[in-house]
């Protein structure tokens, strides 16, 4: 390690290289703060080139790198190694260039996803993709974990607004993957790859005009079938939302006691959908979309921007909410077919009462994608266990249903061991292909995404309390 | 050997040649394990494959170094599964795109690419070349509505990735790569795209003269969202712009971009060359930053190609009517790739009779790309040679 730090200290000025244990203590975790390691070292590089050249330090010491953005990621990918270099690119965060003829942007790993649309704001465009943690995470995170946000259901995810990204490979050169080059879609690999092919060091962003109008309604419905009901009646009817979400009774009435966000009382669910586009268009789905609603007890419509945000701010506060009437929670992140989400929220509420755990329901009702909170006190033997069952179990039928194991947030190194349920062994070692034709010796970010033996004991992804960022007004948990 | 496999087999004849290459046999499996049983037989005795979907571009990419067996996928032609409610459909790679156009337009739906719907143009085909239209500056390309794949590898492995769901970031995405891969990977058995509803009306804004490259910007920014712009200039001169817009208020919003472009007749049926490429014997594919589409355009009429294609999207192809000389061609393509290049795009021969022309320009991943070939493909038995630089 000594002559390791030697060498990185060689090529990048003093205090980009950080050997300091209290200050690598910052970086032993990202958002999943139950995995924690201290990394070997931790670099801050300024440019692409010194990215490249640490990569090619780890190389010539055979040690192993994981790239780091904001650390929000929600799956431990950012966890760093003990016996490797953590490079972090928080001083990256140039943004290189705005284009609009040609709508994009050249930014680094470390520009922030709503920097991206603040700068542009102001001339009509805006930064399609919208996790909500976009205030903090990077769009070099963005890049690894494909993010999506409540409008990807419309819009698509990170990787259908990136237009190309340099990036350092594992063993130290620095490539251009374009979108306009022909041959294999590398940029599409890269994406959502999750940092164990290489590390982004400049990425162009496909910027996206701001809609004509927006149209934001609150359907309360007395049970969470009839909500369920009128998610398919939408889509049915040929309408594609900007967003479709939902919550459930447990999940509103936390809400309302954390933000007192006043959704109709005694709602079983509550659907939000969002309608954006040529005025005309908005206007003719809207009525549409009232008439596929008649069976709500309530329908709220946003006049202006505040009556919006206000709709948002249950829906956008329930995660924090949750934190506050639960002493520790798993928050998970399947898939399911939109279809089945009626009987998978059946099973998951027998799931519930089978092991004595709660279970709050919020999720992106338009693409599926649950984020069912577990609930428990880890103050009472057993309980972590049970929760942890539960949430083995929402994926189990995740899985069942065809879906996914997650989302959005990555396979990480928290749900690497679910991998071979997901995939056979033959899909699995494919894809072991590409990451061997990128980093044959594999110290890209290793032991992440593909299964790797447990630890004894280890819980997945629990957490405790309100996630800091939330808690500082920075984030948002979705 | 490939009879063992219990696979159908017959021997190849000169209308199965690939690019002039005649394979010696042509299988044509029912199942993915049958694929897996044939390559895995070609493995076995070193046999080079080419996977077939409708035959109709087998033409484009250069000739294979060399061809034993052809996969035909014409018998892999059902659709597996369309979840209307989930907007997702799973097909096998056979299925022509017209025998699914016409499954999902039951259900008031369809798969947003634009093929013509040749009745041979297959999914498989359709992926493995990534062809885009008109609306991929609204929808995307293929690679963007694929959401799951199963693949055969050159050793028979049988692949999945992806899945049903369109939210879904488990794992490495193989259908990225496989998407455009030209049948070099490995042979692409089923997929399964994210669907839209079909549109409730659509209108075409179309107008005579090509309009000055700041109004391609204005319409193409427009809050009335078009689904496309499409120039088409065939002798370099004369050039037609073609707007689609779909969905509500059709008709309303086509008004609203006349008045950006100043002038144009509104129909409900698109221009007949819309999306068309009508001559492929020499076919060349430009692709160029959106805000250059003017450039670009006046740079392929001076060197004497016609153009067509997505001015919005920075996309189109370009064709050429006449007889011309190996030479001839290969200075002209030389020559254009340097000025689009120095416009910040990209020019490919995707079909040209002759071999002294660079089909492909520089790449900055094609170390990469090689590197990916040799894992997926270490005996070189797919389609080798096919693809840019000599992959
Ligand atoms: C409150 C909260 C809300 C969230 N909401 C959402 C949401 O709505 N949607 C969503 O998708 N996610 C969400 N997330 C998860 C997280 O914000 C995203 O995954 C984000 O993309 C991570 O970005 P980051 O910069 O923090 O990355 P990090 O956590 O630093 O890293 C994440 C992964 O990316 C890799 N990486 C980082 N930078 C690079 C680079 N330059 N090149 C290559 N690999 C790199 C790391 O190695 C790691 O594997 C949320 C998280 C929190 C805490
Ligand atoms: C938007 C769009 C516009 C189009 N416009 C036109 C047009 O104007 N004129 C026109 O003639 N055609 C047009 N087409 C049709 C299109 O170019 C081809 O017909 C189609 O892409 C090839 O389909 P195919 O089944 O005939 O493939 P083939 O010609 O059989 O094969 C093409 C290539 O794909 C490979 N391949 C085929 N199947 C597989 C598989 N299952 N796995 C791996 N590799 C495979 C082959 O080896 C070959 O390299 C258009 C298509 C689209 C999507």
Not at chain 2, 201 to 220: F, H, M, Y
């Amino acid at each position: 390690m000594e002559t390791l730090t030697a060498a990185l200290r060689s090529l990048l000025p003093h205090d980009s290289v950080i050997t300091d244990p209290v200050r690598l203590r910052t970086y032993e975790c990202d958002g999943l703060t139950y995995h924690r390691a201290t990394p070997g070292v931790v670099v801050l590089p300024d440019t692409a080139e010194q990215v490249a050249r640490v990569v090619r330090v780890c190389n010539d010491f055979g040690v192993p790198f994981v790239a780091r953005g904001s650390g929000t990621g929600l799956s431990g990918g950012a966890l760093p190694r003990e016996d490797g270099v953590l490079i972090v690119t928080s001083k990256m965060r140039r943004i290189l260039e705005i284009d609009l003829d040609n709508r994009r942007a050249v930014v680094e790993p470390g520009v922030t996803n709503l920097a991206i649309t603040e700068a542009v704001r102001d001339r009509g465009y805006y930064y399609a993709p919208d996790p909500s943690s976009q205030q903090v995470c990077s769009i070099g995170g963005n890049v690894a974990e494909n993010s999506g946000g409540a409008h990807c259901l419309k819009y698509g995810f990170t990787v259908n607004h990136v237009e190309a990204c340099e990036i350092v490979t594992p063993d130290g050169d620095l490539v251009t993957l374009d979108r306009m080059d022909p041959g294999y879609d590398l940029l599409g690999a890269f994406i959502g790859s999750e940092g164990t092919l290489g590390i982004a060091t400049k990425i162009t962003v496909r910027l996206s005009r701001a809609p004509e109008a927006v149209t934001t309604v609150l359907a309360a419905f007395e049970s969470i079938e009839q909500g369920g009901q009128a998610v398919s009646a939408i889509i049915g009817a040929g309408i594609v939302p900007a967003a479709i979400e939902m919550m459930d009774a447990l999940a509103i009435e936390a809400a309302e006691a954390a933000v007192a966000c006043r959704y109709p009382e005694g709602a079983g669910a509550v659907l939000i959908v969002e309608l954006d586009g040529p005025r005309a268009e908005v206007d003719e789905q809207f009525a549409r979309l009232t008439e596929i609603c008649s069976g709500a007890f309530e329908l709220r419509v946003a006049a202006g921007a505040a009556e919006r945000a206000a709709i948002w701010k249950g829906r956008k506060s329930a995660f924090a909410a949750v934190g506050r009437i639960s002493p520790a929670y798993i928050v998970q992140d399947g898939v399911v077919p939109r279809t089945s989400l009626p009987g998978v929220l059946a099973a998951i509420d027998r799931l519930s009462h089978e092991h004595g755990i709660r279970v709050a329901n919020v999720f992106h009702a338009g693409d599926g994608n649950l984020h069912p909170l577990v609930l428990f006190d880890d103050a009472e033997p057993g309980a972590g266990e049970r929760a942890e069952v539960v949430s083995g179990a929402i994926l189990d039928l995740c899985i069942e249903h065809g879906g996914s194991i997650t989302g959005e947030h990555g396979v990480g190194v928290d749900k690497s061991r679910y991998m071979p349920k997901m995939f056979s062994a033959d899909d699995l070692d494919t894809m072991q292909l590409v990451r061997c034709a990128f980093d044959p010796r594999g110290l890209s970010n290793p032991g992440k995404v593909f299964p790797t033996p447990r630890l004894c004991g280890e819980v997945p992804g629990v957490r405790k309390g309100v996630h800091p960022l939330v808690e500082s007004g920075k984030a948002e948990q979705f | 050997m490939l009879a063992d496999t219990g696979v159908t087999i017959r021997q190849a004849d000169a209308d199965d040649a690939v690019n002039g290459v005649r394979p010696r046999w042509v299988a044509l499996p029912e199942t993915v394990e049958e694929i897996s049983a044939v390559l895995r037989a070609c493995a076995e005795q070193d046999l080079a494959a080419v996977p077939a979907g409708g035959g109709t571009k087998l033409h484009w990419g250069a000739p294979p170094e060399r061809c034993d067996v052809l996969i035909d996928l014409c018998c892999m032609n059902s659709l597996i599964e369309h979840a209307a409610g989930d907007l997702v459909v799973r097909a096998q790679a056979g299925l022509t795109m017209d025998a699914l156009a016409a499954a999902l337009a039951e259900q008031g739906q369809e798969l947003a690419l634009d093929p013509p719907f040749k009745e041979h143009t297959t999914v498989g085909g359709t992926l493995a070349t990534a062809t885009a239209g008109p609306r991929a500056f609204r929808y995307g390309t293929p690679r963007d509505l694929l959401i799951g794949i199963t693949v055969v590898l050159p050793d028979g492995t049988v692949a999945r990735s992806g899945g049903r769901v369109v939210k879904n970031v488990a794992g490495y995405d193989l259908g990225k790569l496989f998407t455009g891969s030209q049948g070099t990977l490995g042979v692409i058995a089923e997929a399964t795209f994210r669907l839209h509803p079909l549109p409730a009306e659509r209108r075409w804004l179309v107008a005579t003269t090509a309009p000055a490259g700041d109004v391609l910007l204005r319409l193409a920014a427009s809050q009335a969202e078009p689904s496309a712009v499409e120039i088409d200039c065939p002798d370099g001169k004369e050039a037609t712009v073609a707007v689609l817009v779909e969905g509500a208020a059709a008709e309303q919003r086509a008004l609203g971009l006349r008045e950006v472009l100043g002038e144009g007749t509104i129909t409900a049926e698109a221009p007949e060359w819309w999306g068309l490429i009508l001559r492929d014997d020499v076919l060349l594919e430009t692709r160029f930053p959106p805000a250059r589409a003017a450039d670009a355009l006046a740079a392929a009429g001076e060197a004497g190609f016609a153009f067509r294609g997505s001015a919005a999207a920075g996309r189109a192809y370009l064709e050429l009517w006449g007889e011309v000389a190996e030479e001839e061609l290969a200075a002209a393509v030389t020559r254009l790739r340097g000025r689009i290049e120095a416009l910040g795009g990209r020019l490919n021969v995707l079909a040209t009779p002759y071999e002294g022309v660079d089909r492909w320009g520089q790449v900055s991943g094609l170390p990469l790309m090689r590197r990916v070939k040799e894992r997926f493909d270490p005996g070189r038995r797919m389609s080798p040679g096919r693809f840019l630089g000599g992959i």
